[in-house]
């Protein structure tokens, strides 16, 4: 048996074509384009990839990007002074401070200065707290773990009722990721390093969403015969064969996991695309809530 593959681009491309067509109706009514605001405090080279991919992709959908790169010795106080007239500015709808940030500034006190209705990160603790309890609705979800549940939900994939693993904890994938599966009423287990017997409690799991950063962890004598498994995984391994010398890998071991399992994200091409994608939708949905 092998996998059907779950194709990360294409699904992104349709979330994106939903957008872009939303995005020109509303510029063509007279309304103002959803605009994206970009914080990038230091010059880590991965973080520029990110913020620069994000205001392209705002481009291509016909939308605003605005991009504020400060410097790494930025203070507290300056970046505080910055994100305060994001959110006192009317043609900015969405805030993303690219993370993660320089030591000495606090993380959690900038997530909570933005303004809800511009989290389109989906980071804030009154957004985080709202996906965490029963009957509320948060404004905005985390952008990777919104792309892996939409992953999921446009395969066919049945959570509701199904027993998933999510491996990771973090506070960006992990366990937003967990929350989104409880309220679509699986039953959900969260593993970590601490976990005994890793292999079987993942070897139970009908749904596998894999985010540990562990390159190949989860091997294809893990994975229970039907699985969908969403590889969150984006891990670098010398490849001679490469231009580059090397090529991405996920932290599921693909080849062995596609002969066992149901459904399948590859890396790169599965998770990847729809970051951004459901970046772009959260800050169309911004612009309409701030419609109102």
């Not at 990110?50 to 507290?76: D, F, I, N, R, W």
């Not at 940030?101 to 303004?115: A, G």
């Amino acid at each position: 048996m092998t996998a059907q593959l779950i194709d990360g681009k294409m699904i992104a491309q349709q979330v994106r074509d939903e957008v872009a067509a939303t995005v020109a109706k509303r510029t063509a009514a007279g309304k103002q384009k959803p605009t994206l605001a970009t914080v990038l405090v230091g010059d880590r080279p991965d973080s520029q990839a990110y913020v620069k991919s994000k205001g392209k992709a705002c481009e291509e959908l016909g939308m605003g990007s605005v991009s504020h790169h400060l410097p790494a010795e930025t203070s507290q106080e300056e970046l505080e002074k910055l994100i305060k007239s994001l959110n006192d500015d009317k043609t900015i709808n969405g805030i993303l401070v690219q993370l993660p940030l320089p030591s000495h500034l606090n993380e959690e006190r900038v997530l909570q200065l933005i303004s809800i209705e511009k989290d389109v990160d989906g980071f804030s603790p009154i957004n985080i707290g709202r996906l965490a309890q029963k009957g509320r609705e948060p404004l905005f979800v985390p952008c990777t773990p919104y792309g892996c549940i939409y992953l999921l939900e446009k395969s066919g994939v049945k959570i509701e009722g199904a027993n998933a693993v999510v491996l990771g904890r973090s506070n960006i994938v992990g366990m937003p990721a967990a929350l989104l599966l409880i309220g679509k009423n699986a039953t959900v287990t969260v593993c970590h390093s601490r976990t005994q017997d890793l292999p079987g409690t993942v070897r139970r799991a009908d749904i596998l969403i894999a985010a540990i950063g562990k390159t190949e962890m989860v091997r294809g004598d893990w994975i229970k015969p039907g699985a969908a498994i969403i590889d969150v995984g984006i891990n670098s391994v010398p490849d001679a064969t490469k231009k580059s010398g090397h090529r991405l890998v996920g932290d599921v071991n693909f080849n062995e996991a596609k002969e066992v399992a149901g459904f399948i994200t590859p890396v790169p091409g599965g998770v990847g695309p729809m970051t951004i994608a459901m970046l772009m939708k959260n800050t169309l949905r911004a612009a309409e809530i701030q419609d109102k």
